[in-house]
Nanobody, 116 residues
Framework: QVQLVESGGGLVQPGGSLRLSCAGSLSIFSMFVMGWYRQAPGKQRELVATMPSTGRTNYGDSVKGRFTISRDFAKNTVYLQMNSLKPEDTAVYYC??????????WGQGTQVTVSS
C-alpha cells in the first residue's frame, strides 16, 4: 500500500521551531517531487515547499528564509524545518509526492499550531 506518513506537528510558541517528517512507503518516491503544503481554516491549500529528486527547491513566499526542506533519499523521507514560527503558520500541513507519470500522493496531514 502506498503511504506517506507524517510526524512532528504540535503546539509551539511564536518564534519557536518544529521539524516535520514524512516517510514514503515505496523506494520509487526517490523519483518523485516531494514537498509540503498547508491549509488553514477557511483558506485554500497553499504551497509551503517542494524538492525534486534533482534541481532547485521551491518555497512559498510566506515561508522563505524561515523554513527549509530537505530529503533523505535512502529513507524515502522528506523533512521540513520550520524556524521563527508565526501564528499565521498555524495550519494542517500535508506531505505530497508527485511524478508526471506515476501519479500524486498525499499524507493524512499533521496539525501545527503556533500560539502563546
Amino acid at each position: 500500500q502506498v503511504q506517506l506518513v507524517e510526524s512532528g506537528g504540535g503546539l509551539v510558541q511564536p518564534g519557536g521551531s518544529l521539524r516535520l517528517s514524512c516517510a514514503g512507503s515505496l523506494s520509487i518516491f526517490s523519483m518523485f517531487v516531494m514537498g509540503w503544503y498547508r491549509q488553514a481554516p477557511g483558506k485554500q491549500r497553499e504551497l509551503v515547499a517542494t524538492m525534486p529528486s534533482t534541481g532547485r527547491t521551491n518555497y512559498g513566499d510566506s515561508v522563505k528564509g524561515r523554513f527549509t526542506i530537505s530529503r533523505d533519499f535512502a529513507k524515502n523521507t522528506v523533512y521540513l524545518q520550520m524556524n521563527s514560527l508565526k501564528p499565521e503558520d498555524t495550519a494542517v500541513y500535508y506531505c505530497n509526492a508527485e511524478h508526471p507519470s506515476l501519479g500524486a500522493y498525499w499524507g493524512q496531514g499533521t496539525q501545527v499550531t503556533v500560539s502563546s
